[in-house]
């Protein structure tokens, strides 16, 4: 468990980050902090490209308005593409670790590589925010730096096993898992909360393209609703192999699933009628205008976790301007931070987990080829 550090005086976070007042009182950013680094760990290319992509804009638009605002302090967001591969994961830590001009770390971005790349960072003393890891172990490591800005597991695999029994009515669930950090981590809490309801459960590999065997399984178990814990391009997958079969199941699966990857890799047909859940806020309802600057930014409506790492950025930014330049006082200043974020109240526990107040679950209906926001669902 982490040291309890004092308290930072709250920030309002604007449109752009003008509430710290730096140690020279006169509003500017202290120059010791001028010249440092933010990191970026994810998947930047490869299969979950389109999940990384939507993290590192939501923080390049946050830097952006810091530049506007403060041409004379430069902070560099560097990107350190993990492609998602746990593999990968360490390597690129280390990396971070041996640049001194690296302070913080938005993310990593999955949860296997997580568990590969944090034991590296925390002991380097470099602060992490992930705003997309979510398996429920990270924060039980005893990890000094690390920080979660969106709902776990636990709390999405409740809200999920609710969904399911409570709107869907189900009395025959499948669930499938493809023997990730993350989407085994989520199949269990489901398992867990459904109890009885699971008829079976079964595990495909990461990157399969024949999901077959477990079709027909499903078919033979004669399942109402399938819920798959995975990322989206085996999950669009095999919801388009359900379909050619003629299951007509209700597919549900969890955040790692929520990207147009999955629409495309499942077709217009199986996609729609698709239940997506996730801890994390529609980013059509983030503050501070931010879906308006989004768009002008990128052309196009704000994917999942951009406007989470947004905060992520905003946090680490207020940091700097307040002059924590190094990585000994970004982690105090992260630990004490309290306030208001774009998609929630700001304020992590002592294992870096966000306040229960601060947590939300959504679930998303797929219609006519867009993710829509259907309701907030109890996460306990």
């Known amino acids: 468990m982490r040291a309890v550090r004092s308290v930072v005086a709250a920030l309002v976070l604007l449109p752009t980050v003008t509430a710290c007042v730096a140690s020279g009182g006169d509003g500017s950013v202290a120059t010791s902090a001028c010249g440092s680094r933010i990191a970026v760990l994810g998947p930047l290319s490869g299969d979950s490209a389109d999940l990384g992509g939507n993290i590192r804009a939501g923080a390049q638009l946050a830097f952006a308005a810091y530049h506007d605002e403060h041409p004379d302090c430069p902070v560099e967001l560097v990107d350190f593409d993990s492609q998602g591969d746990p593999k990968q994961a360490p390597a690129l830590a280390q990396q971070i670790v041996d640049d001194p001009r690296v302070i913080g770390v938005i993310g990593p971005g999955f949860s296997g590589e997580a568990e590969a ?82 008829v079976q459960r079964a595990t495909v590999a990461s990157r399969s393209t024949d999901f077959g065997a477990v079709v027909s399984q499903i078919r033979s178990a004669d399942a109402d609703v399938v819920f798959y814990g995975g990322y989206y ?57 931010f879906p308006q600057r989004y768009r002008q930014m990128f052309g196009v409506e704000p994917g999942t976790n951009s406007a989470e790492s947004y905060d992520a950025a905003q946090v680490f930014l207020a940091g700097v301007q307040a002059g924590h330049g190094d990585r000994t006082s970004m982690e105090a200043f992260v630990d004490g931070y309290r306030g208001p974020g774009v998609t929630t109240r700001i304020e992590w526990t002592p294992e870096g987990e966000l306040a229960d107040s601060s947590v939300s679950v959504w679930a998303f209906r797929v219609e006519r080829g867009r993710f829509v926001a259907e309701r907030p669902i109890p996460a306990s």
Request: overall charge negative.
């Open 117 to 198: 790349a944090l034991p590296i960072l925390d002991q380097g003393g470099v602060t992490t925010i992930t705003t997309s890891a979510t398996r429920t172990a990270l924060s039980e490591r005893g990890w000094s730096t690390f920080h979660r800005l969106v709902g776990n597991d636990a709390a999405q695999g409740r809200a999920a096993g609710w969904y399911i029994d409570q709107v869907l009515d189900s009395t025959a669930v499948f669930v499938v898992d493809d023997d990730s950090a993350y989407g085994r981590g989520l199949a269990d809490e489901v398992v867990a909360g459904l109890g009885p309801k699971v």
């Open 233 to 289: 391009a085996e999950a669009g997958r095999l919801q388009r192999q359900l379909w050619a079969a003629g299951v007509r199941a209700s597919f549900v699966a969890g955040d790692g699933v929520k990207a147009d990857g999955f629409l495309r890799a499942a077709g217009p047909d199986a996609a729609d009628g698709a239940v997506i859940t996730c801890p994390c806020l529609p980013p059509e309802r983030a503050a501070a205008a």
